[in-house]
C-alpha cells in the first residue's frame, strides 16, 4: 500500500512539473504556406540589410487561415522583430486575409488556435483569387477585428 500511494505521489509530482515548463512555440519563417498550427506558431521574417532604405518603405503583411470547418478563428499578433511595435490581437475567421500595413523593418506574426488551423503568412500584395478583404474603421491600415486576450505577456516573453 505504501508502496503504491508513494508511486501515486511521484506520478502526480512528475504531472505538475511537466505542465510547469512553458509551451515550446514552432518558429517558421516568412514567407511560409499551409503551416499547421494547433495553439501557438511564431513566424519570423528573414531580414536582409543589403538595402538601406528598407525602414523608410511601407508593404503589407498577410496572414491568411484556413481550416476544414467554417466556424473556425486564429488570434494574430504582428510585431517588430526588436518587440518595439505590437500590433493586434486580431481575430481572424476561416478563410480570411488580416492585411496589416508595416514599414521596412524586421517583423514577426504570432498565430495562436484553440483548434487546427493552416495558416499563410507573406509580404506584399495578396494573391486577387485569395477571399475578399474588408477593412477595419477601428484600426486604419488593418482588417477584422481586435479582441484582448491575456496572451500579451507571452508575446513579450519571445
Given amino acids: 500500500m505504501k508502496k503504491l500511494l508513494s508511486m501515486l505521489l511521484m506520478l502526480i509530482a512528475g504531472s505538475c ?9 514552432p518558429v517558421y519563417t516568412i514567407p511560409s504556406y499551409n503551416i499547421s498550427v494547433n495553439g501557438l506558431a511564431n513566424f ?11 525602414i523608410q518603405e511601407k508593404r503589407e503583411v498577410n496572414v491568411q ?3 476544414g ?4 478563428q486564429a488570434i494574430v499578433w504582428v ?14 475567421d476561416c478563410d480570411n486575409i488580416l492585411t496589416v500595413e508595416v514599414d521596412g523593418n524586421e517583423w514577426g506574426v504570432l498565430v495562436q488556435s484553440e483548434e487546427e488551423v493552416f495558416v499563410d ?13 474588408v477593412k477595419s474603421k477601428t ?12 496572451l500579451y505577456q507571452d508575446l513579450q516573453n519571445l
Fill in 65 to 67: 487561415i484556413k481550416c
Fill in 121 to 133: 503568412v507573406w509580404f506584399g500584395q495578396p494573391d486577387l483569387l485569395k477571399p475578399q478583404r
Fill in 17 to 25: 512539473l511537466i505542465s510547469a515548463y512553458p509551451q515550446v512555440i
Fill in 69 to 72: 470547418t467554417r466556424d473556425c
Fill in 44 to 54: 519570423r521574417e528573414n531580414y536582409s540589410s543589403s538595402n538601406p532604405n528598407q
Fill in 79 to 92: 510585431y517588430r522583430l526588436d518587440r518595439s511595435i505590437i500590433l493586434g490581437p486580431y481575430t481572424v
Fill in 139 to 150: 484600426a486604419p491600415g488593418c482588417i477584422f477585428f481586435e479582441r484582448p486576450i491575456p
